[in-house]
């Protein structure tokens, strides 16, 4: 059975810093990219992240490039995100999924997390 587990969330002031995991079970990450999305109240989800199996690139949404960062760890078969100088505009539901293919499309990722809150308030 696959299970993707985020955890981190929480309150953080603006400019603060913030590290969420994504801890991976049933699947393979040196087959599975994966990526970190993020869904506010009343907006669509968008991709933060891909991480690709294949190469090992790594690509970020403009809006948190030089400011987010993602990590694998394979011994613990876990995902992290490391978010640094968070912005009011940074507050959503963060979630990682799985996707065995091309790039992590938010429509066609296979397994899913249910999310982590991050909230940025002073």
């Known amino acids: 059975q696959v299970q993707l587990v985020e955890s981190g969330g ?3 002031q603006p400019g603060g810093s913030l590290r969420l995991s994504c801890v991976v ?3 393979n990450l040196y ?3 994966l990526g970190w ?3 506010a109240p009343g907006k669509e989800r968008e991709g933060v992240s891909c991480f ?3 190469d090992g690139t790594i690509e970020y949404a403009d809006s948190v490039k030089g400011r987010f960062t993602v990590s694998r760890e394979f011994a613990k078969n876990t995902v992290y995100l ?3 100088s968070l912005k009011p505009a940074d507050p959503a539901v963060y979630s990682c999924a ?3 293919g091309l790039g992590c499309p938010t ?3 296979d397994h899913w997390g249910k999310g982590t809150l991050v909230n940025v308030s002073s």
Do not use: D, Y
């Open 37 to 39: 999305f993020r869904q």
């Open 98 to 100: 799985a996707h065995i």
């Open 25 to 27: 079970s049933g699947l």
């Open 52 to 54: 690709s199996a294949g």
């Open 82 to 84: 490391q978010m640094t």
């Open 10 to 12: 929480t309150l953080v």
């Open 107 to 109: 429509n066609l990722m």
């Open 31 to 33: 087959h599975n990219n």
